[in-house]
């Protein structure tokens, strides 16, 4: 287990549309243990492969209630409204007010390309959306309401 580098904004594989796993190999399950570490050490709340330079449609979450990994995610039904700040790994110390649904169903693949759904609100859902749309090469930027603001603050000096 290690932990990757986290792609920033303008890197071009940030922009690309990402490939369906088709097979689990050694290295996707050890890609997936890397993007959790990252993901975690990050402080985090979700991580798409792309992220870390792999154009593979695998993403993994966790809003505190544990890991979730999906490969070969895709959404299936979404309903309500929500608009919040957002952020994003990949664009460090900044957030931006973003719409995005208030509940979402995803169906998706595991660790042993096994069919699964999950469904979720608020974070959660926002969460799914946003990682979801990295697999499509895009970027939360590009749905921001107004203007991205800081979300880290110098410490006054004494």
Not at 83 to 105: F, I, W
Request: charged letters at 30%.
């Amino acid at each position: 287990m290690a932990l990757r580098t986290i792609r920033t904004e303008g890197d071009s594989v940030l922009t690309k549309k990402c490939r369906p796993v088709d097979k689990i190999t050694p290295r996707i399950l050890e890609l997936i243990e890397d993007m959790l570490d990252t993901m975690y050490d990050a402080q985090g709340v979700g991580l798409a492969a792309p992220q870390v330079g792999i154009l593979k449609r695998i993403v993994v979450i966790d809003v505190g209630e544990g890991p979730i990994v999906l490969i070969n995610p895709e959404i299936v039904e979404s309903s309500g409204e929500q608009t919040g700040d957002e952020g994003c790994l990949s664009v460090p110390g900044m957030a931006g007010q973003v719409t995005r649904p208030e509940y979402v169903k995803v169906k998706a693949q595991d660790e042993e390309l096994n069919e699964i759904e999950y469904e979720g609100e608020g974070l959660l859902a926002r969460a799914f959306c946003h990682e979801l749309d990295h697999l499509d090469g895009l970027m939360y930027t590009r749905l921001v309401e107004g203007e991205l603001h800081r979300t880290t603050y110098d410490e006054d000096e004494d």
